[in-house]
């Protein structure tokens, strides 16, 4: 990756205002690691005017495969109608269950205790993650993004509807 971060993640904040698919990241702007990939969505939230409204993020399916991304917060809707990019006329969703903090957990260097956690949320509500698959998937197996471009690229999430 020999791309400065700021062009990799401003083309990444562009790809989200569009219905159409990309092809995979150039060679030299792919991430080959979880800390690239990481590094990218970190520029990503500098480059945007909007803030962090929330993380999407689950157990790891591995070692190599982290699932974490931000959610903006101009993409958090409690209430109206969402806005969202549809894929192939569909709109696609993920039933979430979001824990809304009433205190922070900021960085440490040990680990939370179960009481920290449950201490800090505030709410729990069912959501639906809208989802965008920004990448052109319907390509030969060697032109599709690789896990650590599409973790860069915040993991297809478009937004959450509480």
């Given at each position: ?83 969202f ?24 260097s040990?680990?939370?205790?179960e ?14 993650e ?33």
């Amino acid at each position: 990756m020999s791309t400065p971060l700021s062009t990799i993640a401003k083309q990444l904040l562009d790809r989200r205002n569009h219905t159409k698919k990309f092809p995979r990241l150039l060679a030299n702007e792919r991430p080959d690691s979880i800390d690239q990939a990481l590094a990218i969505q970190g520029q990503m939230s500098v480059e945007t005017t909007a803030k962090i409204g929330g993380w999407k993020c689950l157990l790891p399916l591995d070692d190599e495969k982290v699932i974490v991304a931000p959610i903006y917060s101009n993409t958090i809707w409690q209430e109206g109608e969402a806005t969202f990019h549809p894929d192939n006329n569909n709109a696609r969703v993920e039933p979430e269950i979001a824990f809304i903090l009433s205190k922070a957990l900021p960085a440490k260097s040990s680990d939370y205790t179960e009481e920290e956690i449950d201490q800090a949320i505030g709410t729990t509500h069912m959501a639906l993650e809208l989802i965008q698959s920004r990448f052109d998937t319907n390509v030969p197996e060697d032109e599709a993004p690789n896990f650590y471009e599409l973790l860069a690229d915040g993991l297809s999430n478009q937004g959450l509807y509480i």
